[in-house]
Structure formats: structure tokens, C-alpha cells
């Protein structure tokens, strides 16, 4: 290589650094105070955009799906897909090509047909320019969340984005606009919205089983001690010591960076924009231990800057005079939590480290289910018998369909079945989506906003109104169903999809056709 070529080869790594790599922080957010509480500019909606409150795509037979970042999270939404008849998974799509080509096993497994690969750094591209694709699954690492899904919107894909699906507010806003504007889908992936006891529980809340619900609890403490080392390390020169992209961005950003396992069930219970909205957020975290203290022990070079603490805790306070806590903490041993507790006039729930729900006698018997002990109070957590008899009468209607596949399927113990299912059958069916993308940038923004309150003293931040006016205007989280005569149309042209696929690929030996392609590559 001579120097011109190794000097452009420098330019284009660092360009490509530069344009992929998220902070908590982001650039262009502006902010004002107003009597001590900080206050973000939110940007005016275009003249003649709409909100997307309640949007809806045309039905679709066959959900045509494309997925992108296949490390350790991504292969199981692809495994998950061949078990949801009415989709057919067109492309996937990994920097490293072997991570992709290794999902067609699960394509393969089920006798669907192969799928076309697509790698490197800017695969995803070509991927999101197909015609035949209408969406866009995307689980790669951080960085790469927002270049991904904005350029599947620009192409016309409806995008599902794992969790965190926004580093800051400007990505935020900006996904926002591209669903405005593009009236395309833009959903959050967030699986622990659907786990058992929080559909469960979100029923309860609904019915009101708790009275109101005036505080919530969440959290992500989750030692990752044992992945550090398995994520992902961008070859691009933006990652020398080889820290891998999710220990680098806790070293480089403060704030609660994937706040969004504990935050997403507890807004729902919480109407958050459909009749509430988070108004104040202060933040708090401890000083770094464990984080800087890996970094020297991997670099062997001092770390006096790593940014992220042991233990972050946010509070919100909305609208309605309620108040939630978010804590975050990946670093220090403690068993795995994300706490989930409701606290009502009427009624507790409470799932780490078990299960359990407090209502006394009048409200148990209010709720439909009539006591078998005499000294029930709110003092003490329902018997194993009362707490069994509540969850059976609110099982939720998303456990009722899905429940027995999802536990075949499995997925964090069947809750990413739930959410994979849930997101086809409100395709298949026109319905919207159960997240919508003011959901994904209230969950995601927590980073950034934590992050301007530790970094001016733990101060108030006014956290900004997403949905710009229409927080109100939905009253109550409510999950789309379709009537039964439509619900049945949409699954029988469902499964006549995915057979006809099954059949073609059987009919034309398209494995047989697949291998014997890649064994001529390969001997070139
Ligand atoms: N919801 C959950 O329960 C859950 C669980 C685990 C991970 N996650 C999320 O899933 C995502 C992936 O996490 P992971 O553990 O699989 O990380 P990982 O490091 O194992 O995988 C990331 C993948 O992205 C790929 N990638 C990077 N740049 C790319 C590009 N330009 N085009 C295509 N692919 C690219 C990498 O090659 C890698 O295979 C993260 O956002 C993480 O937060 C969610």
C-alpha cells in the first residue's frame, strides 16, 4: 500500500467511525433554564406533519422481513420467525458475513427457503433498497441501531429496533420524524413488556385491581461480567483496546444507557402519552469502580475517565403527580433484577426476587376472587392460593393466544416469542403496532437526559413531549386486536403463505440448489 492509499484508507476509517459512533450526549441538543429546572429545545413539527398516534399500515398477507446484526441477540428473532406462519424471511444481514450465513440453519431447520446474505459494514444498505422487504429487524450493537433503522425508513421498510433503539435525543427526534413523515412503523423491540408477570400484572392495573397506580419500579441489574468479553469489537479503528462496543460505551457516557427492560412495562401501566406524561427527571449515580477497574486490568493503562457509574438511579414525576424509579447497574454482583413494582392506593405488585402481589380482603373480593383465609391483609403477600386464582382470572389475552407456542419457542422464557408474534399480527392485520416510536424515545432518552442532570449537580430536567400536544388524546394503554372473522382470514392466509414457501423450496431443491452453489465458491 503506498502512502496516498494508506492516507485515504485512514480518511474513510475515521469518516466511518465518525458517522456511526452514538454518545448520550448528542451534538445538536440545545437547552434553557427555567427557575433551576433545565429545559431541551424540542423541535417544531413540520408544517403539514402529522403525529402517528394510532398509525396503521395496510394488511399484509406475508410479513417480508430482513434481519440486521446477527451476534449473540440477533439468531433468535431470525429462529423465532420460522415459527410465526406468514412471514418470510428475505435477507440477513451481519458486518461479519459467517454470522449471517450460520442463521440459515434455522431457515433450513423449518424447510423455508434460503435466505440472501448481506455483510460488512454498509451491507445493510443494499438490504434496506429492496423492494421485496417491508421489514427491518435490527439487533446490532449500539452504534449502529440508528444509521440502520433511519436508512430502512428512508427506504420505505417499517423498522423494529432493539433495545436501546436511540443513543440520545437527537436520534430520538429524528426517528420520530422519519415515522411522521414516512407514516412507516417504528417500534422499539422491548421483550420485557411481555414477559408473563408483567402482562399479567399490566391486566390487574388495567382493571384495576391495584386502585391507581402512583408509583412504579424498574430496573436493569444484570452483572455482565461473563459477556463483556463476547460483545462485538469494531475492526474500523474505533475500538484499539479491543473493549468491545458495550463496555467502550459505558466507559465513554454517563446516564442510565439501557433503561429500557425496566422502564417499558411499568409506562404502559402508567398510560405514559395516552393520558399521562413524564414531566421531571432528576438523576443520581455512584462514582465508577468495576468498569474502570476492568479497563485497567484489560488496557494495563490508567482509566481516569470512565464515564458511566456503578449504579445510576433515575426519578420521574409525571403529570398526574406520579413517580417512577430507574435503576441501572451492570457492574457490581447482585443477582439478576428488574425489580417491576406497582405500588397502588389498593394494591402492590412486586416481581424481584419473587413474585408476589399484596391486596387486603375487600380489595382481593373486588377483584372477582374471594378469599380461602380470614386474616388477609395488605400487611403480608397473598397466600400461594389467593395469588394463583388472581393471575388465572387476569390471565392476559396475549398469554391466552400465544402462550403454549411461546413456550415452545421460547426466547427469555417465551416473552420474545410474545413480542415477535404480537408485532407480525398487528402487521398481518392493519392494527398499530403495540409500541409506537413516542414509546421508544421515552424509554431511550433516559441516557441523555440522566446524563444533563448528573452533569449539572443532579439538577431537575423537563423531559420533552414526544409526541408534541397529543400525550392526552389516547386514553389508556390498550394492545389492537382484530375481530375474530378478520383474525381468522389473516391466520389462514397466513399459513397458506408460509406452506406455499415451504412447498416451492421443497419442489425446486432449493437446498440442494444453495449447497451446491456455495461448494463451487468455495473451491474458486
Ligand atoms: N432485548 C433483550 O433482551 C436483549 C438481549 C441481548 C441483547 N440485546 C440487544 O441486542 C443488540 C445486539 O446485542 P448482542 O448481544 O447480540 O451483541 P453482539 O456484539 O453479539 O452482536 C452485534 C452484532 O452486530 C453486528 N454488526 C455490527 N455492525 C454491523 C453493520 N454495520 N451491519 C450489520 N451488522 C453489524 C456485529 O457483527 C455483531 O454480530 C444490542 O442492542 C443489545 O442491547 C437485547
Not at 459494514?121 to 433498497?129: A, N, P, T, V
Not at 424509579?325 to 405488585?349: C, D, F, S, W
Amino acid at each position: 500500500m503506498n502512502i496516498k492509499h494508506l492516507l485515504l484508507a485512514l480518511v474513510s476509517a475515521a469518516f466511518i467511525s465518525a458517522s456511526t459512533m452514538a454518545q448520550s450526549l448528542s451534538p445538536s441538543t440545545k437547552y434553557h433554564w427555567d427557575k433551576g429546572t433545565l429545559v431541551v429545545d424540542t423541535p417544531t413539527r413540520p408544517a403539514g406533519q402529522q403525529h402517528v398516534l394510532g398509525l396503521t399500515a395496510p394488511k399484509m398477507a406475508t410479513v417480508r422481513v430482513g434481519f440486521v446484526g446477527l451476534g449473540m441477540r440477533g439468531p433468535g428473532a431470525v429462529a423465532r420467525f420460522t415459527h410465526i406462519p406468514g412471514t418470510q424471511i428475505v435477507a440477513l444481514c451481519d458486518y461479519v458475513e459467517a454470522r449471517a450465513e450460520a442463521c440459515q440453519k434455522y431457515l433450513r431447520e423449518a424447510g423455508l427457503p434460503p435466505a440472501d446474505i448481506y455483510s460488512g459494514e454498509k451491507g445493510y444498505e443494499e438490504l434496506c433498497k429492496r423492494p421485496d422487504i417491508d421489514l427491518v429487524y435490527v439487533a446490532t450493537d449500539w452504534d449502529h441501531h440508528f444509521p440502520v433503522a433511519k436508512c430502512a425508513l428512508q427506504n420505505g421498510k417499517h423498522t423494529a429496533i432493539e433495545v436501546p433503539s436511540a443513543m440520545n435525543l437527537e436520534q430520538c427526534w429524528e426517528l420520530i420524524e422519519l415515522s411522521e413523515k414516512t407514516r412507516l412503523h417504528c417500534m422499539i423491540l422491548e421483550n420485557c413488556c411481555y414477559d408473563w408477570y408483567e402482562l399479567n400484572t399490566l391486566n390487574m392495573a388495567q382493571q384495576g385491581v391495584f386502585g391507581e397506580v402512583l408509583r412504579g419500579e424498574g430496573a436493569y441489574i444484570h452483572n455482565l461480567d461473563d459477556f463483556w468479553d463476547y460483545y462485538w469489537k469494531n475492526p474500523d479503528g474505533s475500538d484499539p483496546d479491543k473493549l468491545g462496543w458495550r463496555m467502550k460505551y459505558n466507559m465513554e457516557n454517563r446516564g442510565d444507557v439501557y433503561a429500557t427492560h425496566g422502564l417499558g412495562p411499568v409506562a404502559l401501566a402508567m398510560n405514559i402519552h395516552r393520558g399521562d406524561r413524564f414531566k421531571t427527571l432528576v438523576a443520581m449515580d455512584t462514582k465508577s469502580a468495576h468498569g474502570k477497574e476492568y479497563v485497567e486490568k484489560k488496557t494495563g493503562k490508567p482509566c481516569n475517565n470512565y464515564r458511566n457509574g456503578d449504579q445510576t438511579t433515575t426519578l420521574m414525576r409525571t403529570e398526574e403527580g406520579k413517580v417512577v424509579e430507574i435503576q441501572h447497574n451492570v457492574m457490581n454482583p447482585q443477582p439478576y433484577n428488574r425489580l417491576y413494582k406497582l405500588t397502588g392506593t389498593k394494591g402492590y405488585a412486586t416481581k424481584y426476587p419473587e413474585q408476589h402481589y399484596a391486596l387486603d380482603k375487600s380489595q382481593l373480593t373486588a377483584s372477582g376472587v374471594a378469599p380461602k383465609v380470614d386474616d388477609l391483609s395488605s400487611h403480608g403477600f397473598l397466600p400461594k392460593a389467593e395469588q394463583d386464582a388472581l393471575v388465572a382470572k387476569y390471565q392476559h389475552p396475549i398469554i391466552k393466544k400465544y402462550g403454549e407456542m411461546a413456550q415452545k419457542v421460547g426466547g427469555h422464557g417465551g416473552m420474545d416469542f410474545f413480542m415477535d408474534a404480537r408485532l407480525v399480527y398487528c402487521l398481518q392485520n392493519g392494527l398499530p403496532l403495540d409500541m409506537d416510536v413516542y414509546d421508544l424515545a421515552e424509554w431511550c432518552c433516559l441516557a441523555e437526559l440522566g446524563t444533563l442532570s448528573m452533569d449539572n449537580n443532579c439538577c431537575a430536567v423537563a423531559f420533552p413531549d414526544f409526541t408534541r400536544g397529543y400525550w392526552n388524546t389516547q386514553k389508556g394503554f390498550q394492545f389492537a386486536w382484530a375481530n375474530s372473522a378478520d383474525e381468522a382470514a389473516a391466520e389462514a392466509a397466513a399459513i397458506a403463505s408460509t406452506q406455499a414457501q415451504k412447498d416451492l423450496c421443497a419442489k425446486k431443491k432449493l437446498w440442494e440448489k444453495y449447497d451446491k452453489a456455495k461448494a463451487k465458491k468455495a473451491k474458486k
